[in-house]
């Protein structure tokens, strides 16, 4: 049989490998190794929202195909939420569209939103798949990176390198807010900025707020959709994974204006086309829970991201304390390392542990090249052993 005189990948896609958590979970699975590299939470989420599911089961209720947009009372759910915690009115059947996690939501709005040649701004280090998504779309990402910033103790957005980076060619802003893997939240006043920026030259913007209720201290998750002028150009999403920790059920969502989210489920319904039908009735019982669920999953989990950043600065490591999300960025040339790469896949021999190194999240790698990232949403027990594995360092 003669050889293919072609590669089966497309170009687009032709930089884009094994993702960076497939090779680091592996990499745990092989070596015993504690795995605070991928972003998944070790044990499950209330018994009330896996029993709704098992009774939707049970009932017959989206064991065939769900409705294209998601069952109503998802959306009627999803709806409430954004009113009652945001003052954000969405229709539920026309602004509403539920999806197969947020990743597909962001999949959707790319493919859906963006043209060939069109310039998406994304703020770096950022998640893996917008790079992915941006390119399938054919548009060409342009990066704004995040600094560290000493005074203010966390990761800033340079207002002035973003309105430089907008060009005629540009159509769409992708926000990430909380901000994985620094773990910043846009303040007020960076969110206002890319506002009055997206509205004074027409732009889109799509914004990942998965971990919307995850945010500690003295930091406020305000969507941008808030914001005079953007609801109209602001396709907001969101997920039940991070928030009830159940990913494995994949049930995300997203919200904006009828001509928006009507563009992003034409483009939906030709790549899951539908998803998680009896998961999607449970997650609706989820979103209605009382406040005090939330303020106690908070407290519970910043109780977690502090044991392990006082485990990774005792062991050495220069920390950036999240005021969102459950990763923590720490820089190891504290402890005389120059490559994050090469120190996370030699971590697991040294110590036992797993984590992610930042820069496969940057195109400018030499701003990222010594920052690597743990996650936190594990058991306390857990933490502390790794973070008694890491004094080893």
């Not at 893996?128 to 998504?133: I, L, R, W």
């Not at 506002?195 to 919307?212: G, H, K, M, S």
């Not at 600065?313 to 390392?337: N, Q, S």
């Amino acid at each position: 049989m003669a050889a293919m005189n072609r590669a089966p990948l497309n170009r687009r896609l032709a930089g884009f490998g094994t993702t960076i958590f497939a090779e680091m979970s592996a990499l745990a699975a092989a070596t015993g190794s504690i795995n605070l590299g991928q972003g998944f939470p070790d044990t499950d989420g209330p018994e009330e929202i896996r029993e709704a599911a098992v009774r939707a089961l049970r009932d017959g209720r989206g064991n065939q195909y769900p409705p294209g947009p998601g069952v109503p009372e998802l959306r009627t759910a999803i709806a409430a939420h954004q009113s009652q915690r945001y003052g954000l009115s969405y229709d539920s059947d026309t602004e509403v569209l539920v999806t197969a996690g947020a990743t597909e939501a962001i999949a959707a709005s790319l493919l859906a939103l963006v043209e060939p040649g069109d310039e998406v701004i994304a703020l770096e280090p950022y998640y893996d798949s917008y790079a992915a998504c941006i390119a399938m779309a054919g548009g060409t990402r342009v990066p704004v990176t995040l600094r560290p910033d000493a005074a203010e103790a966390r990761f800033v957005l340079d207002l002035d390198e973003l309105r430089a980076a907008v060009t005629d060619r540009t159509r769409l802003i992708l926000l990430n807010t909380p901000h994985n893997p620094t773990g910043t939240v846009l303040t007020r006043d960076e969110l206002a900025a890319v506002a009055a920026l997206a509205v004074e030259r027409d732009l889109l913007v799509v914004t990942d707020e998965v971990y919307e209720h995850l945010v500690f201290d003295d930091a406020e998750h305000i969507p941008i959709a808030t914001f005079p002028g953007m609801r109209e150009r602001t396709v907001t999403i969101s997920s039940a994974g991070k928030t009830f920790s159940f990913t494995g059920w994949k049930v995300g969502w997203l919200t904006g204006p009828p001509d928006l989210t009507t563009a992003v489920r034409t483009t939906k319904q030709f790549l899951t086309y539908v998803a998680s039908g009896p998961f999607q009735y449970a997650m609706a019982e989820a979103l209605r829970f009382p406040e005090q669920y939330f303020e106690d999953f908070r407290a519970g989990m910043r109780a977690k991201r502090d044991i392990l950043a006082e485990g990774l600065r005792a062991a050495g490591f220069d920390v950036f304390l999240p005021r969102g999300t459950y990763f923590i960025t720490t820089d190891i040339a504290a402890l005389g390392e120059k490559d994050g790469v090469t120190f996370c896949r030699s971590l697991p021999e040294r110590c036992g542990v797993v984590a992610i190194p930042n820069q496969v999240f940057y195109d400018h790698a030499d701003a990222g090249r010594t920052m690597i990232r743990f996650a936190f949403c594990k058991t306390e027990p857990v933490l502390r052993e790794a973070a008694a594995r890491l004094a080893r360092l």
